[in-house]
Nanobody
Framework: QVRLVESGGGLVQAGGSLRLSCVAS????????MGWYRQAPGQQRELVAR???????NYADSVKGRLTISRDNAKNTVYLQMNSLKPEDTGVYYC?????????WGQGTQVTVSS
């Protein structure tokens, strides 16, 4: 059974940092495009960052220079390092895997940035 399990969310003051982790199981991880999405209250889920199986990355304009996605294929893990956090970064962060046209989601982890 495919599973994505996130960790690392929490409450932080503006300007602070958090690191999210997502461990994938039962994946052909090295061939899976991995990403982080977030959903703020009352908003649609949006892509934050993506790390393709081929090694390319892309980011939402609002997080460029502050958030960094990385992956460790040996550990089946993708990370999201979040620095200089802003209140508008608040939301539920979801790990996503895309493989052979199928999308997989974690349960989400809450990130709250206080002003």
């Amino acid at each position: 059974q495919v599973r994505l399990v996130e960790s690392g969310g929490g409450l932080v003051q503006a300007g602070g940092s958090l690191r999210l982790s997502c461990v994938a199981s039962d994946f052909i991880f090295t061939r899976t495009d991995m990403g982080w999405y977030r959903q703020a209250p009352g908003q649609q889920r949006e892509l934050v960052a993506r790390f393709s199986a081929g090694g390319s990355t892309n980011y939402a304009d609002s997080v460029k220079g502050r958030l960094t996605i990385s992956r460790d294929n040996a550990k089946n893990t993708v990370y999201l390092q979040m620095n200089s956090l802003k209140p508008e970064d608040t939301g539920v962060y979801y790990c996503n895997g895309e493989l052979f046209g199928s999308m997989y989601w974690g349960q989400g982890t809450q990130v709250t940035v206080s002003s």
